[in-house]
């Protein structure tokens, strides 16, 4: 996966299906010159369910989730959700985690306690679900023990697994037992400076290869700056809200999470994306494609498919 786009992304219509509307942008992202989408968990559709669907119904293009909260989800049924993804889009899928936000976790009646830790435990009872299908983990946050066989036949390969990990602490983890991360709101500076070198470090210390650096930022194509703007400002202001993503953005030297949304023409959006894969980014994801108008967020996937194919040829 090089250069792909997130779903739903700021849609102000999803119709009348959800899943239906998923599907058509997923084929139509594809038609596009994509490589992969992505998708987000929310409090209404379900993105492993979706992704799995979206894997089976369209050929050709690679599936995530950017990302699904670990809580308060069991590793076991989560593995579940992965391996049945990884073998309805026959071995396009790839599984992002995050730890969520105190706020997000409390609404499912569960403490935020001992985030990394937890995060720690929870992967290494889900790497060796993953790869194997059986797990037995007695830890201080976390049981995961499995009766009986948990393998889904043709989940091949074994499902890659990435971490919405930003900080220090977070980044080692990731290093030691994921694949790699999948960074949101952090800047060049910020990833090749900070979350790059953290993250490569303690994966060459744990013998591990290196990892991906799945990097997420919002960007569309327009001419309605100004307008596009404010609503960027408004859709992404909850961000600020939350300590860990404050952090990432003052290592960036900002404050306001819309400061980072790439907003203008082809030109701009096709700079962005060379300086975040220059800061070291392996795989980009543009958000918020859709907080415009749809001759935008054609506009917006047109270009970004031109220099998909572009990277892809180049690499040849």
């Excluded at 809580?71 to 579940?80: E, F, L």
């Excluded at 409390?106 to 299908?133: K, M, N, Q």
């Excluded at 080692?172 to 070198?197: N, Q």
């Amino acid at each position: 996966m090089t250069l792909g786009i997130s779903l739903p992304s700021h849609w102000p219509d999803l119709g009348s299906n959800t899943v239906d509307t998923l599907i058509a942008r997923a084929r139509e992202a594809g038609e596009a010159g994509l490589t992969s989408i992505w998708l987000p968990q929310r409090f209404d559709h379900d993105a492993l369910s979706i992704a799995a669907v979206i894997g089976h119904a369209v050929p050709d293009i690679a599936i995530g989730t950017s990302v699904v909260p670990i809580y308060p989800r069991h590793p076991i049924v989560v593995s579940s959700q992965a391996q049945t993804a990884q073998a309805a889009s026959h071995g396009r899928f790839t599984l992002g985690l995050g730890l969520g936000t105190p706020r997000l976790i409390t609404s499912f009646g569960v403490s935020f306690d001992r985030p990394i830790r937890h995060l720690r435990e929870y992967l290494s009872a889900l790497r060796p679900l993953l790869s194997s299908g059986s797990v037995n983990l007695h830890g201080a946050t976390l049981t995961a023990s499995t009766p009986m066989p948990a393998a889904v036949p043709g989940a091949q390969p074994p499902v890659p697994l990435l971490v919405a990990a930003m900080g220090p602490q977070a980044l080692k983890v990731t290093g030691e037992l994921a694949d790699g991360t999948l960074p949101y709101l952090a800047g060049p500076r910020t990833l090749s400076e900070f979350i790059v070198p953290t993250i490569t470090e303690a994966a060459r210390a744990a013998g591990r290869p290196a990892p991906r650096i799945v990097v997420a930022f919002a960007g569309i194509v327009t001419a309605a700056v100004d307008k596009v703007r404010a609503s960027a400002e408004k859709q992404l202001a909850s961000y600020a809200t939350v300590p860990s993503y404050r952090a990432v953005l003052a290592r960036e030297g900002l404050k306001h999470p819309a400061e980072l949304a790439v907003i203008g023409d082809e030109e701009m959006l096709a700079a962005a994306v060379a300086l975040y894969f220059d800061a070291g980014a392996t795989e980009i994801v543009v958000t918020s494609t859709g907080l415009s108008t749809a001759e935008d967020r054609r506009r917006t996937w047109k270009v970004l498919g031109e220099i998909n194919r572009g990277r892809t040829r180049s690499a040849r």
